[in-house]
């Protein structure tokens, strides 16, 4: 059982920065592929990025590239999601999720877990 516990979010005037935090907890947490999701009021749930377990391979959506960081630190089993230029559109509350064995994928689908989130908002 693998335990996942964002925090960094909150409020940020458009064109700011925060950076998210995904501790995980729990047998091998070290191991698992890593992603972040969004969801936004009133929308569905969309795929922000995602890095293996050694960090060489990182996916990015496209809104994300160029202004949002992915990494991880497996001494500490966290993950970060360093987000920069922020809009009011990419207000939504940030999920992270763990799957075990291949890259997340976009779509969320079978992954092995999941954190409760952490709402970002961006004000205008």
């Known amino acids: 059982q693998v335990q996942l516990v964002e925090s960094g979010g909150g409020l940020v005037q458009a064109g700011g920065s925060l950076r998210l935090s995904c501790a995980a907890s729990?047998?091998?947490?070290?191991?698992?592929?890593m992603g972040w999701f969004r969801q936004a009021p009133g929308k569905e749930r969309e795929f922000v990025a995602s890095?293996?377990?050694?960090?060489?391979?990182?996916d990015y959506a496209e809104f994300a590239k160029g202004r949002f960081t992915i990494s991880r630190d497996n001494a500490k089993s966290t993950v970060y999601l360093q987000m920069n230029s922020l809009k009011p559109e990419d207000t939504a509350v940030y999920y992270c999720?763990?799957?075990?064995?291949?890259?997340?994928?976009?779509?969320?689908?079978?992954?092995?877990?999941w954190g409760k989130g952490t709402l970002v908002t961006v004000s205008s």
């Open positions: 999720a763990a799957k075990i064995g291949t890259m997340v994928p976009r779509t969320g689908d079978g992954m092995n877990y």
């Open positions: 729990g047998r091998a947490a070290s191991a698992y592929f």
């Open positions: 890095i293996s377990v050694s960090a060489i391979n990182v």
